[in-house]
Structure formats: structure tokens, C-alpha cells
């Protein structure tokens, strides 16, 4: 992509100017210079997002059935796997919004408010009986639980609160990074369906477009029925469903965190 292309070399010419500019605070050439990339680096980053845009199409598809009706789907012998098969994902919403408009559902359509009575701990209450995963009640968003078939993949990205993950049933393996690794992560920027998605296939990465994920350096960790997760704002995951599994999630508003990082990622 030509576009990329040019992002990529104005990103080489803004770190130089960066350390530049750091190294000698009162030049106000230096500085000029600076700015002058910055503004340019977000014009170039506007036209990938708008090409981008134009060749998206959307990753997944969105259907209602019950359970056991994708139960009956995911719950298959490993010939049926691999890339040019269906891969089924189940999801269930509680919105749980805390003040006058409680259990409205007006997050999700036929939300599951039921939730919060089977997962007590990611109530939102607040005083004394707040809960150890919700660190902000009134900023919680709501209870996720997610049902994956055996290879379902969750692509890499950041999410902008707080996060707890309790794994219920089966295995997920989760892939890590710190956001300062965001300038090697290749981002989908500002304006595009998929924004703050790696653009990077992590299944086959192709270092010759990307050259940049070659340096990005990650953790992982396997996790099992019990386990919970605490994911901080703005830290990057990509999620792989190793077998049959369910987890469920929520979030409770995010921190001031890492900010300088994904600043200069461009959000």
C-alpha cells in the first residue's frame, strides 16, 4: 500500500526530528520541524484509514440463536477446523447500569441482566461492598461473556478501560504487550472500522509490509477454568481459543495510563 509506505517513511523522519528536538530544546528549528511532521504524519495516517476504509469488509457476521444452537455448531472434531471453515463465536450482554436507568438494556438488545446474579463479583456496588475486580463501579461497562470455538481468534488491539477476564470453562491463550509497543504494532488509525486493530494477519505476519512488528516484543499466558486476568488501559491482547471455552469480562472505566504511547501511535 503506497499509503503505508509514506506513513512509514515520515515516521522515520519524525523519530529522527524527535531526538533532535529533545536533544536541543531551544532550537526553534528543531522544534518547527517537529511540529511540521507531526501534522504531516497525521495527514498521511487520515489517507490510510480512508483507503483502508473503502477495502474493508467486515470480519464477522452477526446472527441470534440460543446456546445449544451454537453449541451445535462450534462443538466440532478437529477435520472441521482451518481457516476456510466457519468459526462460531457466542456472546451474552449484561448491561447493569448503575443510577435511575438500571437494567434498561439499552446496550444490547435483549440483554442478559441475569448475569449479575450468577457472577457476583463483577457487581457494580459501591462503599464497603465494592467488588475487588470493579475499581470504578460507576464506570463499569457491563458484564461480556463469550463462548469460543476451538481457533477462534480475537485480533490484536487496545481497549481504552479497565479490564477483568475470568476464564470459566476450556483455555484461551492470550498474547501481551506494553502500549510502548504500539509504534510496532502497525495500527488501523483514526477513522477506520477496525481502529486500534493491528493490521497485521498475527496468523502470518508479513514482515516485508510490516517491518516494524519484527521488533515488537510481547508476553503470553495460557489461561484455565478459575484464572482471572487484569488487563490495564490501553494494553494490547490478541486472543486465541485453544479448545471449546467461556470466559466473561467487565470493564470499569479507564485510567490515565500510557497515554504518551498511543499519543504518538496517533490516538
Known amino acids: 500500500m503506497k499509503e503505508m509506505e509514506e506513513v512509514n517513511e515520515i515516521k522515520a523522519q519524525l523519530e529522527a526530528a524527535k531526538r533532535l528536538a529533545e536533544d536541543n530544546p531551544e532550537d526553534e528549528a528543531a522544534q518547527e520541524e517537529l511540529h511540521r511532521?507531526?501534522?504531516?504524519?497525521?495527514?498521511?495516517?487520515d489517507r490510510v484509514a480512508q483507503e483502508s476504509a473503502e477495502n474493508w469488509h467486515p470480519p464477522t457476521e452477526n446472527l441470534r440463536m440460543t446456546y445449544l444452537e451454537w453449541l451445535e455448531h462450534a462443538n466440532v472434531t478437529d477435520d472441521k477446523l482451518g481457516p476456510d471453515n466457519?468459526?462460531?463465536y457466542f456472546r451474552l450482554i449484561g448491561c447493569g447500569k448503575m443510577g435511575e436507568h438500571t437494567e434498561d438494556g439499552?446496550?444490547?438488545?435483549?440483554?442478559s441482566e441475569w448475569l449479575f446474579d450468577e457472577l457476583?463479583?463483577?457487581?457494580p456496588r459501591e462503599g464497603d461492598e465494592r467488588p475487588f475486580?470493579?475499581?470504578?463501579?460507576?464506570?463499569?461497562?457491563?458484564i461480556h461473556c463469550r463462548f469460543g470455538m476451538k481457533g477462534v481468534i480475537a485480533e490484536n488491539h487496545f481497549?481504552?478501560?479497565?479490564?477483568a477476564i475470568n476464564v470459566l470453562y476450556g483455555q484461551r491463550r492470550y498474547i501481551l504487550a506494553?502500549?510502548?509497543q504500539c509504534?510496532?504494532?502497525?495500527?488501523?488509525?483514526?477513522?477506520h472500522p477496525s481502529a486500534r486493530h493491528s493490521a497485521v494477519d498475527w496468523s502470518d505476519p508479513d514482515l516485508e509490509a510490516f517491518p516494524e512488528f519484527e521488533k515488537a516484543r510481547v508476553n503470553e499466558i495460557v489461561l484455565q477454568p478459575g484464572d482471572v486476568l487484569y488487563l490495564p488501559t490501553n494494553w494490547f491482547h490478541y486472543i486465541i481459543s485453544l479448545e471449546l471455552n467461556f470466559q466473561c469480562n467487565t470493564r470499569s472505566g479507564g485510567q490515565n495510563l500510557y497515554r504518551k504511547e498511543v499519543t504518538d501511535c496517533g490516538f
Open 120 to 123: 457476583t463479583y463483577f457487581q
Open 178 to 180: 506494553h502500549p510502548n
Open 159 to 163: 481497549d481504552l478501560s479497565r479490564n
Open 86 to 88: 466457519p468459526h462460531w
Open 183 to 191: 509504534s510496532n504494532m502497525n495500527l488501523l488509525p483514526r477513522g
Open 37 to 45: 511532521l507531526q501534522r504531516e504524519m497525521k495527514r498521511a495516517r
Open 106 to 111: 439499552s446496550c444490547d438488545k435483549g440483554s
Open 133 to 142: 475486580y470493579m475499581i470504578n463501579p460507576k464506570k463499569q461497562q457491563g
